[in-house]
């Protein structure tokens, strides 16, 4: 028998006994937290309901400011005080921003946050500066920045930061300007967020020039936060982004760009170039599509859609013949709109292009210019004897649901029953034949004509079964399993056109032995 | 003889103990860098950090990738959970790994999907498909079925269809809650670095129930296996992983819940075959790729995104989940033997690595036999007095108590996600009693993978769960709607 020496003996026992402690004060805390949670939001909720009306109200500025502060003082404690903040901040609109803030600020909120962003004396002396305007001292050099930048202690900071970054905008500009000497990127990134949603036009500038600094790796700011930030932006400030337009440095020009083009692309409604101020869209027209950085001229193409002038057609078509593959990708892509129309024939060209990427994009941009384009589509989808073009056709005509929409036509005597038929016939001859036969199964469904007139279902239901019947005749060239699984299928119907071709096709004899491979296509 | 024996046990109780102070002091030091992490992004994130990204344009498109084989009984909640998500871009593809049941029809069934002949870039070797569905109505739904190959190859298979630049691979039979791809995705917006892998929170759904496709009631499942999981979960995903995080070293992100880059995972070479835990090793490999190639990466763990998920409710179906999971970390160690102790991996190399390869690979077969051979050794023949075991025993049950039960500490200050306080006293109460029994059953199971890994065993097959833990309520959401029917068309062509 071996010993272990009391000591350690001892010394494992008292341990033992000390995590037992610690196990037992956690199980107690949990308790406690559950409790204490509990009253912290019965408390809440009850301040919320004792005051919702007024904030309501008050925010809708049908209160006056001093009969909404007076009243909203009487809500104390912390979970009072929280109910207060929340709901005052979740209310705030650009209408009533410059009510709420007083209102905050004349409830200490301001004060508070302002200390917890910036220490208790600057704090305060920023606040005397907004409120009574009282002069400013240079921010003071702090030390021990490297712990101040760590995040243990800036999360708090972090927080206040975007409280204050809600506020009006003569009064936020003050915080944020101060918070970006804040040593943290934690801080950095909460106020660019705030300088996002408060939108104030004196921060387009300086957000750009964090976005360069960003760029350039001295800040240690996320580059897609700032531009986060600045795409919420409305148009009107687009003349700010002018100046930075011409930067040295290629990869910040591409993210002004690409960022004047997700502002663009927010907009609800259809733009023209007299909505752009001049110095911008000169230098989209003039200068960007000659542009040395790709990405660049790539964007540009994708503001340049949104002029809807002459002289975009030009600028656009231009840069669909362009080089570099991206540029021509974008610039195809830019122009499915039907301002562009004159550009169908440049987007035809490239449904030949040497890369996928660029022929997919002409497919889209075809598809998405209605019937012209889709006829234009089919056209060449016939013509073409370019095995990667036609796949990379069918493929969108599929997804994009093209193929399902223009069935019926099969059906009916107008001009575009040929051209089905002959996109069918080509969809067979590719082995391209799994949708076909998958529309050639389905039931008809009169979901979308329920309320139709019982006419109008008729000739509905009469169209879709000669459309059938048709692609029966289409598909039967070239057989696959799944094809005559659906035959058999079509032949035990009740007897109608479709049972009956169903029937003559299972009797005529052609089985799968002819059938092109049903695998999925080729890049 | 008698005098060898001695000595020799005494060794072994040296070693043992060597193993539990080093063990425990590595867990320590994880515990408390992720207490700290995780708390400080509590905080952070109370307050609507994530408004800003959800209708962002900025925020980079994601393809969840859905591997599935054999599983008809969710695979449709698991999608309706997947399309329902608070993600602006999105694609849902699902790879049905020529399953045998009805996974296909239901998603045919329930969502209209047309056949169709699809265009598929083979970036990474898998062959071509079967047959590729796909339905207009659900723009961002794709399913494709492909021959049965495992599943890293139908992961590859979603990789290739994929069109956005990440992809989020999610288990079959998860649920992700409705903001969690938001948050996954936060870091990569956010961090100044390039995020190649960001993973999230798993968490066990056992007890739940699930209302078109969403979790509605929080709940703890009946069986005693199932709670402790949930504890053991709960410590691996907030006491564990954000430590690792912090320093940069993360080596384990669950595939079940995993964003990752899309170049950067085929430039690594994809999913493989190598090892029987695909998700493991895609880091291992990402890792390595990257720091040959002299890139700027970072892989992060965030501590709120959560992904609910089934667990095991027999000792059979856990024997082999475990097993498999210590198998294929035991495999991903040697196969990247290169990147251990090398200063070239940075704190993964260092750190994280070797931490795997000690306390998690060695130390349980260290523990398993000290728990079976050693102890009795000790104890039995040579008469060691029991109140020096008892001791001892206190110690190491009291140590693991108190890391459980810190992390049901730290889910009852961050997440928050049992509402009632009987669910909480029950975690507590499961937090000790997860160390007497089961731990030692799991330590088994685990040290068993580690013989098979050096018997060279490595068969990938895919592990099955039976569905029968979280409760259905088939009546449908209020937000789903099915959209038009796509026949429609050939009744009279679209409005």
């Known amino acids: 028998m071996f010993r272990i020496p009391d000591r350690i003996l001892w010394i494992v026992f008292c341990l033992a006994i000390a995590i037992l402690v610690v196990d037992t004060i956690l199980v107690v805390y949990i308790f406690y937290r559950r409790l204490s949670r509990n009253r912290y939001f019965q408390k809440k909720d009850a301040t919320r309901r004792k005051h919702a009306a007024l904030v309501r109200s008050f925010l809708d500025l049908d209160t006056s400011l001093e009969i909404a502060v007076s009243t909203l003082r009487g809500a104390s404690g912390q979970p009072g005080r929280d109910a207060v903040q929340d709901m005052l901040l979740d209310g705030i609109t650009p209408a009533n921003r410059s009510m709420v803030t007083e209102a905050l600020l004349r409830l200490g909120f301001v004060e508070q946050w302002a200390r917890e962003a910036f220490g208790w004396r600057r704090g305060r002396q920023l606040v005397a500066h907004v409120v009574e305007g009282a002069p400013l001292p240079a921010t003071p050099q702090k030390s021990f920045q490297r712990i101040r930048g760590m995040r243990l202690f800036c999360v708090r900071r972090a927080r206040a930061v975007s409280e204050l970054g809600q506020l009006d905008g003569e009064f936020a500009q003050v915080f944020m300007e101060e918070a970006q000497h804040d040593p943290s990127p934690y801080v950095g990134r909460a106020n660019v967020a705030a300088m996002g949603q408060n939108r104030e036009p004196y921060a387009v500038a300086v957000l750009l020039e964090l976005m360069r600094q960003a760029v350039e790796g001295t800040n240690g700011l996320p580059v897609l936060s700032i531009k986060t930030a600045l795409v919420r932006y409305p148009l009107t400030e687009l003349p700010r982004f002018a100046g930075f337009l011409g930067d040295s440095n290629p990869r910040f020009r591409f993210l002004a760009v690409d960022t004047i083009r997700e502002i663009c692309d927010n907009c609800r409604f259809t733009l023209g170039i007299q909505d752009f101020p001049e110095s911008v869209s000169r230098w989209f027209l003039d200068q960007a599509k000659q542009d040395s950085s790709v990405d660049v001229r790539a964007r540009s193409a994708r503001v340049i859609r949104h002029f809807h002038a002459p002289a975009a057609i030009v600028a656009l078509r231009a840069l669909i013949q362009d080089e570099n593959e991206f540029v021509r990708l974008h610039a195809v892509r830019s122009c499915a709109d039907p301002y562009y129309s004159a550009l169908i024939p440049d987007v035809v060209c490239k449904l030949a292009d040497t890369k996928w990427r660029v022929r997919e994009a002409a497919v889209k941009t075809l598809a998405a210019f209605g019937r012209e384009g889709r006829t234009q589509l089919a056209a060449y989808f016939l013509d073409t004897t370019d095995q990667y073009a036609s796949e990379q056709i069918v493929d969108e005509m599929q997804r994009g649901g093209i193929i399902s929409e223009l069935l019926p036509a099969l059906g009916s005597d107008g001009p575009d029953s040929w051209l089905m038929l002959q996109v069918c016939s080509r969809m067979v001859s590719m082995g391209k034949t799994s949708l076909l036969t998958e529309l050639l199964a389905r039931e008809i469904r009169m979901g979308r004509l329920a309320d139709a007139s019982p006419e109008v279902q008729y000739q509905a239901q009469e169209t879709a079964q000669k459309a059938k019947v048709q692609l029966l005749d289409v598909l039967a060239a070239s057989p696959t399993p799944q094809f005559m699984i659906t035959v058999r299928t079509l032949a035990r119907r009740k007897r109608d056109d479709l049972q009956s071709k169903a029937r003559s096709i299972l009797q005529s004899g052609i089985g799968p032995g002819k059938a092109a491979p049903v695998a999925a296509g080729r890049a | ?495």
């Not at chain 2, 994130?45 to 980079?60: I, N």
């Not at chain 2, 997947?82 to 699902?94: A, F, S």
């Not at chain 2, 569905?133 to 049965?148: G, S, T």
């Not at chain 2, 475990?322 to 990247?336: D, Y």
Request: glycine share 8%; net charge positive.
């Open chain 2, 1 to 495: 003889m008698h005098h060898f024996l001695v000595q020799l046990v005494w060794y072994a109780d040296l070693v043992l103990i060597g193993y539990f102070v080093l063990a425990n002091l590595g867990y320590t030091i994880l515990m408390t860098l992720s207490l700290y992490s995780v708390s400080l992004h509590a905080t952070y994130a109370a307050r609507k950090p994530y408004s800003d990204l959800a209708d962002s344009p900025v925020t980079p498109p994601v393809a969840l990738i859905i591997a599935a084989y054999n599983e008809q009984d969710t695979i449709v909640q698991t999608v309706l959970s997947m399309l329902d998500l608070n993600y602006q871009d999105k694609e849902v593809i699902v790879v049905d790994d020529g399953s045998t049941d009805s996974t296909v029809k239901r998603l045919i069934e329930r969502f209209r999907l047309l056949r169709m002949d699809l265009i598929y870039r083979e970036r990474l070797k898998t062959g071509q498909p079967l047959a590729c569905y796909h339905n207009p109505v659900f723009p961002e739904l794709f399913v494709i079925q492909v021959e049965h190959g495992g599943k890293p190859h139908a992961l590859n298979c979603g990789i290739n269809m994929a069109r956005s630049p990440y992809f989020c691979t999610v288990d079959a039979d998860s649920i992700i809650e409705r903001d969690a791809l938001l948050r996954l995705m936060a870091p990569v917006v956010h961090s100044a670095g390039n995020v190649v892998v960001s993973g999230g929170i798993v968490r066990i759904a056992n007890g739940c129930t699930l209302r078109g496709g969403r979790l509605e009631g929080m709940s703890l499942p009946s069986g005693w296996l199932e709670r402790c999981q949930i504890v053991e979960y709960i410590r691996t995903f907030l006491f564990g992983r954000p430590g690792w995080s912090m320093m940069n070293a993360t080596f384990i992100a669950s595939g079940c819940f995993c964003l990752l880059h899309r170049e950067s995972v085929i430039g690594a070479g994809g999913y493989t075959t190598d090892t029987v835990t695909e998700d493991i090793d895609v880091i291992a490999a990402i890792r390595r790729n990257m720091v040959e190639e002299k890139k700027d990466f970072q892989v992060v763990f965030t501590s709120d995104p959560i992904c609910w998920t089934e667990a095991p409710r027999q000792l059979g179906m856990l024997a082999r989940q475990r097993r498999r999971w210590q198998l294929g970390l035991t495999q991903t160690l040697w196969k990247n033997r290169g990147m251990l102790f090398n200063p070239r991996y940075g704190s993964t190399g260092m750190l994280s690595m070797p931490f795997h390869l000690l306390i998690e690979v060695v130390g349980c077969v260290v523990e398993a036999l000290g728990t079976l051979v050693i102890l009795p050794i000790s104890f039995i023949v040579f008469h060691t007095p029991w109140w020096i075991f008892a001791i001892f025993l206190l110690l190491s049950i009291g140590y693991g108590t108190l890391l459980s039960m810190g992390s049901v500490v730290l889910e009852e200050v961050t997440l928050r996600r049992y509402p009632r306080l009987k669910h909480v006293a029950i975690l507590m109460m499961y937090a000790i009693i997860e160390n007497i029994g089961y731990r030692q059953i799991v330590t088994f199971f685990r040290a068993y993978g580690v013989l098979q890994a050096l018997k060279g065993r490595n068969k990938q097959k895919w592990e099955h769960v039976e569905h029968s833990g979280i409760r259905i309520n088939n009546a449908p959401a209020p937000r789903q709607a099915m959209g038009g029917n796509f026949s429609d068309s050939l009744a009279g062509g679209r409005k």
